[in-house]
């Protein structure tokens, strides 16, 4: 990966810029060049460039957010860059396709993930030539531009004192102030969207299985920005608990878009969308926990689909709209049965997600806007506690999305004055039963999820 100092003399904006602000072709721009730059980027008599991407050095002086230690005189902490490079796993995305997992991926699917396009799209940042305003360092990874979207149009403005976020909204910045944006943006790459996809031949080669968790992906990311609460005042400190419930709706609602692509799209069935640990575990005899449950709901070596998007989630949809979780939870089942039986009727499958996919966007707005406080937030989690053989025995994904979310609800929790050393631990507990799917084992999660519920008063 190139330095900063040679992502910095890369370029910003337009190569005459550069000449109109003194700076020559090898130098390292001061401080001094960049607000000159950015001024004259800015200015309306130069016309900006529709939609493209100028790069991750843009965004690295110390003047902007390459600072080192956060500022709290000004409106964003002016290190936000400087956490994405040293903190950020984003920043070595593209760096994982030359480690020994990506190496062999490629020889296994014959292709080089440092170019196919299949392995870039969530990698780097990979656009069409057309669409950058400069030539830059693909080894940038997941940079700013991925997130906050392409920046010729809003760069310069962003900076003026008299910036508005809803204008540089409309210049082009993707608005992740709203969650329900910030989850779809995160889950184009963490779920898969049209032309970004994670199939089961790639997991065969050795891709993760892909999970989510708005709140606690958050919180490992880590955060280079402020939440702030009304009116720029502080956040709630249950701010967690909305994240958390925002991102499952719209969890659920590409999941299951996610489902009638593939059953249009096909190849059909794409195991992808089942319960990868319901074939990939050991079946030996009486150990095998799996076996002595039994296979309830389908025939035994039918793949169940994959509905630990809904199964946490159902608990607060039901709270908060009790008449469209109801409808939800039916289409839910229709699409699970299907998907289940690996039916050939791939028209039945496209139509069933695609109105499971409606019911949850109609969901989205509702608990985006939905009261969120410590009542409601220890309701929630005494019930996902309280369902704990049903979790566990749906298996390694919904296990590991209820540990997730006990996980966000209790941080939340604590955030507002109500922490437990107790709770605290037998959440710990959870996490060591899902740290190797291969070996998850239902009875064991069970009984430490009701350890849980038994901290809780």
């Not at 900063?4 to 072709?25: I, N, Q, V």
């Not at 760096?95 to 296994?108: C, D, S």
């Not at 609460?229 to 969890?251: E, F, I, K």
């Not at 507002?416 to 070996?439: E, M, Y």
């Amino acid at each position: 990966m190139v330095s900063t100092r040679k992502r910095m003399s890369c370029g910003y904006l337009f190569l005459a810029l550069l000449a109109s602000c003194g700076w020559a072709s090898g130098q390292t721009p001061s401080d001094a060049h960049v607000h000159e730059l950015l001024r004259v980027a800015s200015a309306p008599d130069v016309p900006a460039i529709t939609g493209k991407y100028v790069g991750a050095g843009s965004c690295s002086a110390s003047a902007c957010h390459g600072g080192i230690a956060p500022r709290n005189t000004t409106k964003v902490l002016q290190n936000e860059y400087s956490t994405w490079i040293t903190s950020d796993k984003h920043a070595h995305a593209y760096t994982a396709l030359t480690e020994p997992l990506g190496r062999q991926m490629g020889v296994i699917l014959k292709l080089d993930p440092t170019k196919a396009q299949r392995c870039l799209v969530c990698h780097a940042v990979s656009v069409p030539e057309a669409e950058q305003a400069r030539q830059f360092d693909i080894a940038d990874g997941v940079s700013c531009e991925s997130c906050h979207g392409a920046s010729s149009q809003w760069i310069g403005p962003h900076i003026q004192p008299t910036a508005q976020h809803q204008k540089m909204v409309a210049l082009g910045l993707i608005d992740n102030k709203n969650l329900s944006i910030r989850s779809e943006k995160c889950l184009t790459c963490h779920l898969g969207a049209p032309g970004l996809n994670v199939d089961h031949e790639l997991i065969a080669a050795g891709h993760p299985d892909l999970t989510f968790e708005l709140d606690s992906f958050t919180a490992v990311e880590p955060p280079h920005w402020v939440e702030k609460g009304p009116n720029g005042g502080p956040a709630d400190p249950l701010y967690g608990v909305r994240a958390w419930a925002v991102g499952q709706a719209v969890q659920l609602q590409q999941s299951m878009l996610r489902v009638a692509r593939h059953a249009k799209t096909g190849p059909w069935p794409e195991f992808s969308e089942m319960d990868c640990m319901t074939c990939h575990h050991a079946l030996t005899g009486p150990q095998s926990w799996r076996q002595q449950e039994g296979y309830k709901g389908h025939r035994p070596g039918d793949p169940p689909y994959n509905l630990s998007r809904y199964v946490l989630f159902k608990h607060f949809a039901a709270e908060v709209n009790p008449g469209l979780n109801d409808q939800l939870a039916a289409q839910a089942d229709k699409v699970a049965a299907l998907v289940t039986s690996m039916s050939p009727d791939r028209a039945a499958v496209e139509a069933a997600a695609t109105r499971a996919a409606d019911l949850a966007g109609e969901m989205i707005a509702q608990v985006r806007d939905a009261s969120y406080d410590q009542a409601r937030t220890q309701r929630l989690l005494r019930a996902i506690s309280s369902d704990a053989d049903m979790i566990a025995y749906d298996g390694e994904r919904t296990a590991e999305q209820a540990t997730m979310t006990v996980d966000s609800l209790y941080i939340a929790e604590a955030k507002a004055g109500s922490s437990n050393a107790a709770t605290r631990q037998a959440i710990d507990g959870l996490f060591k039963l899902v740290n190797n799917p291969s070996a998850y084992n239902g009875p064991m999660y069970a009984a430490q999820m009701k350890k849980v519920r038994s901290t809780l008063q």
